[in-house]
């Protein structure tokens, strides 16, 4: 069974860096296109980043565009994200998701294109 589990997240303050993973068990990690999403409190869900099978094609939202790095590890079934500059604005749980993808090729920022999920990380920035 596919199965994403987040770690890395926490309590920082602003201006700071984080990187979450996602550790990715049960599937071939670059046969699925992946991305973070992040859900703050009384706002919708929205993309982070996301990235191809193969690593190649990269997407950010544009909230985080240019403080932050997406990647993926595929030999280790890993994916990552480093924030940088982080913000108050930040604070939300933040999403791995997965969706199958053979050509290694596919990205995505639609939260409803992905079908398997994690449970979140809270990140939290102080001001």
């Known amino acids: 069974q596919a199965q994403l589990v987040e770690s890395g997240g926490g309590l920082v303050q602003a201006g700071q860096s984080l990187t979450l993973s996602c550790t990715m068990t049960?599937?071939?990690?670059?046969?699925?296109?992946m991305a973070w999403f992040r859900q703050a409190p009384g706002k919708e869900r929205e993309v982070v980043a996301a990235i191809s099978g193969y690593g190649v094609r990269l997407l950010y939202g544009d909230s985080v565009k240019g403080r932050s790095t997406i990647s993926r590890d595929n030999a280790k079934s890993t994916m990552f994200l480093q924030m940088n500059s982080l913000k108050p604005e930040d604070t939300a749980i933040y999403y791995c998701a997965a969706r199958r993808d053979l050509s290694g090729s596919y990205v995505n920022s639609v939260a409803s294109d992905y079908n398997i999920w994690g449970r979140g990380t809270q990140v939290t920035v102080s001001s």
């Open positions: 049960g599937f071939s990690s670059h046969t699925y296109a």
